[in-house]
């Protein structure tokens, strides 16, 4: 199977390299147009600034080329939020597959700390990307940013207030967690992606 993973300045990316290693994949890390294109699946992790995120995207193209992928296209962190519409960080224009505000966490209560880091559960789940898992397993999510609660929400989390661990809306799929960090979870969710 050709997997690529769309390499950008964010962070992060090199450990979803290796949890595909882990699974028997071999994938390329490229910024190339025509690769991207070529791939049987494309994952778009990352940890970092949306707005310059965003800047390096537009700078070479690929937020069009993202935008037009027909293939499977897995949105993880980062990759989730630049999926969206628009983002609070950097008051940042994304890519708009989801119609959706990537919003700031805003702490309600003195425990309430931002970002948001740790293991937390995942409920009201559905989707052929959560396969064989239950209501309340548990992922890693490390974020200050998320995305609301909409139609394409396929799982939830709570931290201060319920919002999308996970989206869907035709190819593109996404989660706000760290799959390549998330144990036995996270990898049966990466498997998952790469059957579907």
């Known amino acids: 199977m050709n997997v690529a993973i769309v390499k950008y300045n964010a962070g992060n990316i090199y450990s979803v390299v290796n949890a595909l290693k882990r699974l028997g994949i071999e994938p390329t890390l490229t910024d190339d147009a025509e690769l991207l294109k070529k791939a049987d699946k494309v994952l778009f992790p990352g940890q970092g600034h949306a707005g310059e995120a965003m800047d390096y995207l537009k700078a070479r193209k690929l937020d069009l080329l993202i935008r037009d992928l ?3 296209v897995f949105g993880i962190c980062v990759g989730q939020q630049l999926l969206c519409k628009h983002s609070e960080e950097g008051d940042t224009d994304c890519i708009g597959i989801f119609d959706a505000e990537v919003k700031r ?29 239950n209501n309340g ?26 919002y999308s661990a996970s989206m869907h809306k035709d190819n ?3 989660c706000q967690f760290h799959p390549e960090k998330s144990g036995k ?9 790469l059957d579907i």
Request: with cysteine; proline share 9%; net charge neutral.
């Open 70 to 72: 027909k293939q499977p």
């Open 105 to 133: 966490f805003q702490p309600q209560r003195h425990e309430d700390k931002v970002p948001c880091m740790g293991w937390n559960q995942l409920y009201n789940i559905k989707s052929p990307l959560y396969k064989g898992l």
């Open 137 to 162: 397993d548990f992922v890693y999510f490390v974020h200050s940013f998320y995305v609301p609660l909409c139609a394409e929400t396929i799982a939830t989390a709570d931290y201060i207030l319920p």
């Open 172 to 174: 593109f799929y996404t």
């Open 185 to 193: 979870v996270g990898e049966q969710i990466l498997k998952n992606f």
